[in-house]
């Protein structure tokens, strides 16, 4: 079945900007999503069909996706996005959407 | 403004089955793809099936044997159902509208914690 990669864990300090990648096989062939996880919440979409965003996701949040590797990137990183964020696409063999592990980022 | 409520037992016996409804507001359920999902503590985000009105449905081939769902479009509320459950189905279950194929899943409901023990 067809598996999504993300790293455990990302850190980085206010202002600056993190990158949370996503490793699939061809997923840049697919549609990915991101979502925005905080503690003791619902996953909220942050960005759809790899680079859309969502009414109300502010405009730091950006996504690109190419090759075997997807990104969100955040940019002047803010306190409050410290959250976990996963990403989704489809498995097109099996019609149904898979999620990666999840990446908890870390706002120092 | 799209809302989803999930509720249920929020305990079940070993063996005993799994029944959680997910009450939508502000969109009829009979648009629309309406997928659960469910996350075991400190884990990642699992899919479990999805449901359109017309009946049509469809699931993650690791749960299929377990999983029915169903459309209550008098009371705008779908079901899941899931059978013969054990300790690795305790999670958070959430409801979510699903866009279909390639689209996203733009609502989620706020997640309803299941516990499986005796």
């Known amino acids: 079945s067809y598996v999504l990669t993300q790293p455990p864990s990302v850190s980085v300090a206010p202002g600056k900007t993190a990158r949370i990648t996503c490793g699939g096989n061809?997923?840049?062939?697919?549609?990915v999503q991101w979502y925005q996880q905080k503690p003791g919440q619902a996953p909220v979409l942050v960005i759809y069909?790899?680079?859309d965003r969502p009414s109300g996701i502010p405009e730091r949040f950006s996504g690109s996706s190419s090759g075997n590797t997807a990104t969100l990137t955040i940019s002047r990183v803010e306190a409050g996005d410290e959250a976990d964020y996963s990403c989704?696409?489809?498995?097109?063999?099996?019609?149904?959407?898979?999620f990666g592990g999840g990446t908890k980022l870390t706002v120092l | 403004q799209v809302q989803l409520q999930e509720s249920g037992p929020g305990l079940v016996k070993p063996s005993e089955t799994l029944s959680l409804t997910c009450t939508v507001s502000?969109?009829?359920?009979?648009?629309?793809?309406w997928s659960w999902i469910r996350q075991p503590a400190g884990k990642g985000l699992e899919w479990i099936g999805r449901?359109?009105?017309?009946?049509?449905?469809n699931s993650n081939p690791s749960l299929k044997s377990r999983v029915t769902m169903s459309v209550d479009t008098s009371k705008n509320q779908v079901s899941l159902k899931l059978t013969s459950v054990t300790a690795a189905d305790t999670a958070v279950y959430y409801c979510?509208?699903?866009?279909?194929?390639?689209?996203?899943?733009?609502?989620w409901g706020q997640g309803t914690l299941v516990t499986v023990s005796s």
């Open positions: 979510a509208r699903d866009g279909g194929w390639l689209q996203p899943l733009e609502y």
């Open positions: 502000g969109v009829s359920v009979s648009t629309y793809y």
């Open positions: 069909h790899d680079s």
């Open positions: 449901i359109y009105s017309g009946g049509n449905t």
């Open positions: 061809n997923i840049g062939s697919n549609s």
């Open positions: 989704q696409v489809w498995d097109i063999n099996n019609d149904h959407p898979i």
